[in-house]
């Protein structure tokens, strides 16, 4: 990690006005890289770990310095690239090109194994890049809050009469990502258990406001979702514990779950604490990562299987995402049908596929300034831009009684095709006018409509079969540098794990001049046009309208 070039200072992002850099956009890039480590925000500082397991900002303390001194220098007509957490050079290209170009952990197909990269990693040549960790626009839980949230609500209308008030949501993991289940289950009124095996991790997220109350222990998680959904109150109940042990444990007492998810980090067997003792188990990790690595396929196995045994017991089960159920495959367990579809859906088949037929998905921006106000002027804006749309209504309304902002000052909304380049608009138009004191950050994750490949997750179950066609995210990389973004990314392995999905980054930059404004035109255009095309070619109607609706060229003879 070489940790003799760690700063002195624990980095944080800079607040307000004063450049360090020579653009706005190099400026906003090394913001976004501090934000990323803040150890507020990040999961394990002093490695330069942001989420998901061992996803990172850079490689090591030497290239983020690298990293930092390459943007301070960084001339309004030149390009940094970045390789896997490494700057490796600087090019001259145009002021509406890129500041940076950034390709994490990608392998040559047939190498692109967990057991290859690792080898990679040991030798200093790669790092896992994560989704928005090594892309630097990762906003904390909130990054994907309302899109667990926009789940919730979907099975809400789908199961419970648009509801979840009187329903219990069982689910596993506190990590970055994961703390989001808890407040989307009583944002959406229900109740919510969640099971995590690190005790400190369960304190953090009821010090941030993501769970409620931490349960003494199962008895008293019982009580209390008892009291709850009895009173159909949404609250959220953290349990230390793990889920491999308490959920065949509910099984066995006959508890009957309403719902039950996960979201714990499966895709990397190292990052998923198997049942035990938590400190033989850590220290385990450290002395036989190949033991390590066998317990934690065998929890997998016995977590995924009680899903499967509630989801028989009547629980709408759903996977969110980190790849639990093709572990599971791997350690023996049957997780298919005789089709070959998964016995429980993903997320994105189950739930929000018509969103992406739409163009919809984490759309999100952040402000340089540090100043909360600023995104609370953005919030304003957004609710006059879009005065029918009240589900982002009760989301605004929701998150800003709800959410804390830690880091810089973020908001995440679902946007689709042509409410993003709508709204990027109005928020230049804001930083011009000076109602927010510095320019604003625009990005997504990159779980979204058009930018990902992931047959276990994001495009599982494509309609036409295409689940594992990397040439989308290819093309949207692509696209979006030529079409004038600020920083763009190219990603293998993110949220399932090396070798199970590409996917692609953007970030633009609202300065608030005309010339910007023009870029984000275009940008905001093409990027969640990706998705349009993508579901369109895949056969679904409902992107197809979408097209013909809003004048998105798609081609046909």
């Known amino acids: 990690m070489y940790y003799e070039y760690k700063p002195t200072e624990t980095v944080r992002a800079q607040h307000g006005t004063t450049l360090r850099c020579k653009t706005w956009e190099a400026e906003a890039a090394l913001r976004m890289l501090e934000n990323n480590l803040d150890p507020a925000v990040s999961l394990v500082y002093d490695e330069l770990i942001v989420y998901g397991g061992a996803g990172r900002a850079a490689r090591n303390w030497k290239e983020y310095q690298t990293i930092v001194s390459t943007l301070k220098n960084l001339e309004a007509d030149e390009t940094m690239l970045v390789q896997s957490g490494k700057a490796v050079g600087v090019i001259r290209t145009w002021a509406h090109a890129p500041r940076v170009l950034i390709a994490n952990s990608n392998i040559v197909p047939a190498w692109s ?48 009469g648009g509801t979840l008030a009187g329903t219990v949501t069982i689910t596993a993991g506190l990590g970055g990502m994961s703390g989001a289940q808890p407040l989307a289950v009583t944002m959406n009124d229900g109740v919510c258990l969640v099971i995590e095996p690190i005790d400190a991790r369960v304190k953090q997220k009821v010090r941030e406001g993501y769970v409620d109350e931490q349960a003494r222990d199962l008895d008293h998680a019982l009580e209390l979702l008892a009291q709850y959904k009895q009173a159909r109150q949404g609250w959220s109940i953290g349990l230390t514990g793990n889920a491999a042990t308490v959920l065949p444990e509910l099984l066995a007492r006959g508890y009957k779950a309403d719902i039950v998810t996960d979201q714990t980090s499966a895709h990397d067997l190292m990052d998923y604490i198997p049942e035990g003792d938590i400190e033989q188990v850590l220290q385990l990790r450290k002395d036989n990562p190949e033991e390590f690595k066998r317990q934690a ?162 495009t599982e179950g494509m309609k036409d079969g295409s689940d594992a066609v990397a040439d989308w995210p290819l093309l949207n990389a692509l696209a979006n540098t030529a079409s004038g973004a600020d920083w763009v990314s190219l990603h293998n392995g993110g949220g399932v794990g090396i070798g199970n999905s590409t996917h692609a980054g953007m970030v633009i930059v609202a300065t608030g001049t005309p010339e910007k404004a023009e870029r984000l035109r275009r940008v905001l255009t093409t990027d969640p046009g990706m998705g349009v095309f993508r579901h369109a070619d895949a056969g679904y109607e409902l992107a197809q309208r979408v097209a013909q609706e809003r004048g998105v060229k798609i081609l046909r003879i």
């Open 113 to 160: 194994t967990q057991e290859y990269f690792d080898e990679l990693d040991k030798l200093g040549l790669m790092m896992y890049g994560q989704m928005t960790a090594g892309s630097w626009i990762y906003i904390a839980t909130q990054g994907i809050l309302q899109g667990t949230y926009e789940t919730f609500a979907a099975v809400a209308d789908k199961h419970f």
């Open 297 to 458: 396929l065998a929890s997998i196995v016995k977590h995924c299987q009680a899903i499967i045994d509630m989801q028989a017991g009547g629980a709408v089960a759903l996977d969110y995402g980190n790849n639990l159920r093709g572990q599971a495959e791997k350690g023996g367990l049957r997780v298919r049908d005789e089709h070959g579809q998964f016995l429980y859906p993903g997320f994105v088949p189950g739930y929000i596929r018509p969103l992406f037929c739409e163009g919809k998905g984490p759309f999100r921006w952040a402000a340089l300034s540090g100043d909360p106000q600023d995104i609370l002027r953005i919030d304003r804006a957004l609710l006059e831009t879009f005065p029918d749309n009240q589900m982002l209504r009760r989301w605004i309304e929701k998150a800003q009684a709800k959410l804390p902002f830690i880091g810089l000052p973020a908001r995440v909304c679902w946007l689709g095709y042509g409410e993003r380049e709508k709204f990027g608009l109005v928020i230049n138009d804001l930083v011009a006018r000076g109602e927010v004191s510095a320019p604003i950050v625009i990005g997504r994750d990159h779980l979204d409509c058009g930018s990902v490949a992931s047959p276990n997750r994001e």
